[in-house]
């Protein structure tokens, strides 16, 4: 198990853009596959983006296609979302989630069992 914390949530208006971060704890880093998720009120989570321990394989939700961008930095165990032209549809609370690479393809929901606590994304119109 490792311990996740983000930050890099806030307001922001139609347009613009955010970088959440996620820090995450342990030495074991490199063996995890990272991922962003996404629940907005009354709707349920859902895999917004993901990305393999070799940073080699990325997933996209088809939403955020061409406007998001994850990354990570294995030296700062540190994953990251970039969000740009954000849109209201956006709004909802991002948490990032780890999976040990022995417990499938970084692109399945199953799986991610370390989370953080979630950082609140709001876009106005």
């Known amino acids: 198990q490792v311990q996740l914390i983000e930050s890099g949530g806030g307001l922001v208006q139609a347009g613009g853009s955010l970088r959440l971060s996620c820090v995450v704890s342990g030495r074991t880093f490199g063996a995890y596959h990272m991922a962003w998720f996404r629940q907005a009120p009354g709707k349920e989570r859902e895999l917004t983006a993901s990305?393999?321990?070799?940073?080699?394989?990325?997933y996209y939700l088809d939403s955020v296609k061409g406007r998001f961008t994850i990354s990570r930095d294995d030296v700062e165990n540190t994953v990251y979302l970039q969000m740009n032209s954000l849109k209201p549809e956006d709004t909802a609370v991002y948490y990032c989630?780890?999976?040990?690479?022995?417990?499938?393809?970084?692109?399945?929901?199953?799986?991610?069992?370390?989370w953080g606590q979630g950082t609140q994304v709001t876009v106005s119109s």
């Open positions: 990305m393999s321990s070799s940073g080699t394989i990325t």
């Open positions: 989630a780890a999976k040990h690479f022995s417990g499938g393809s970084s692109t399945i929901t199953l799986g991610y069992t370390s």
